[in-house]
């Protein structure tokens, strides 16, 4: 069985900084891609930001400038560092993942989600 493990969530106050981590675990041959989404109350989970194997990143334009995503890959982990943050960063974060338990395998996970709350 594999699981995310996501850490980090808490209230700031705007243009103050959070950072997330999301850690894998579990019986893994590979990590292809890693990221983060999130969903704030009434709205649909949207894109955050992705890190794949190779280190391309790739991020919602919302977020550009001011949130930086990173991956540990002997850790498993994916960090996403936020600054600059905004009220409308207000959300619940998930990390996502697509691994592989053995060769051939591809298995989409997610995290249980961490609370972000931004005050203006």
């Known amino acids: 069985q594999v699981q995310l493990v996501e850490s980090g969530g808490g209230l700031v106050q705007a243009g103050g900084s959070l950072r997330l981590s999301c850690a894998a675990s579990?019986?893994?041959?590979?990590?292809?891609?890693m990221g983060w989404y999130r969903q704030a109350p009434g709205k649909q989970r949207e894109l955050v930001a992705t890190?794949?194997?190779?280190?391309?990143?790739n991020y919602a334009d919302s977020v550009k400038g001011r949130f930086t995503i990173s991956r540990d890959n002997a850790k498993n982990t994916v960090y996403l560092q936020m600054n600059s943050l905004k009220a409308e960063d207000t959300a619940v974060y998930y990390c996502?993942?697509?691994?592989?338990?053995?060769?051939?395998?591809?298995?989409?996970?997610w995290g249980q989600g961490t609370q972000v709350t931004v005050s203006s």
């Open positions: 579990g019986s893994i041959f590979s990590i292809n891609s």
């Open positions: 996502n993942s697509l691994v592989a338990r053995y060769r051939g395998d591809n298995l989409y996970i």
């Open positions: 890190i794949i194997s190779g280190g391309s990143t």
